[in-house]
């Protein structure tokens, strides 16, 4: 059954700043069994992954428009999932991988701004939101309402 799609949630994928992440990885934190170290989520948490290098990938297919079918739901922020896509960048946590910072590279900006701005031209009532707008996290490590006021986006 399709969904209106309501939101759009940044995450960050909690790893220590300049670590590079593969989409391999995060299948296996959040697919695999709880006995084999995952989650054991029927899907990944995100729609896209923003790479250190500014490279967008996709992780989730979805057909680009207002619903959220049940193919296209990752599981990213309990309660929201199936009105919302998700998207990661890699990092979020500082050198000694506990502390959360905002660890965007100069690519990352540039790539999560272009790709924020692009959605929200496509859908202008969606809202944007962090994680830690409707869970106790500090994902995505950096304050998203302010980030979308100084790129334009007035919600």
Not at 99 to 126: E, G, I, S
Request: proline content about 3%; charged content about 25%; some cysteine.
């Amino acid at each position: 059954m399709s969904k209106t799609l309501q939101y759009l949630v940044i995450h960050c994928t909690a790893t220590r700043e300049g670590r590079e992440v593969k989409s391999s990885e995060i299948r296996h934190w959040h697919t695999d069994p709880v006995s084999k170290g995952g989650r054991g989520w029927k899907q990944v948490g995100y729609t896209d992954m923003v790479h250190l290098d500014g490279g967008v990938e996709r992780m989730v297919e979805n057909n680009e428009d207002m619903t959220v079918d049940s193919w296209e739901i990752t599981n990213g922020a309990a309660g929201y999932n199936t009105v919302s896509r998700h998207v990661v960048y890699v990092g979020g946590l500082a050198i000694d991988g506990q502390t959360p910072k905002d660890t965007r590279t100069a690519a990352q900006k540039a790539a999560l701004r272009a790709y924020v701005l692009d959605f929200h031209r496509r859908f202008p009532r969606v809202r944007i939101i962090g994680h830690n707008e409707v869970a106790a996290k500090a994902c995505p490590s950096f304050d998203v309402q302010k980030w979308l006021t100084e790129i334009g986006i007035n919600q």
